[in-house]
């Protein structure tokens, strides 16, 4: 699960079922799995590794 949320920019049934090589069905049960990941990942970032209001981000495009 970890090297699809670091290989695909998109995470979608159709990407994903390419890089498995297997059916569509399986890939759409990856997805599902991969976004309830990303969504908790989120989460756990938030409460746990605040930014700094000091840094300025306007720099990076």
Known sequence: MVSF?????VLSAEA????????????QKVAMCLRVIECEAVKVAEQHWHQSSDIDW???D
């Open 58 to 60: 306007s720099d990076l």
């Open 5 to 9: 949320l670091q290989r695909l920019d």
């Open 16 to 27: 994903i079922q390419e890089e498995m090589k297997g059916s569509l069905r399986n890939a």
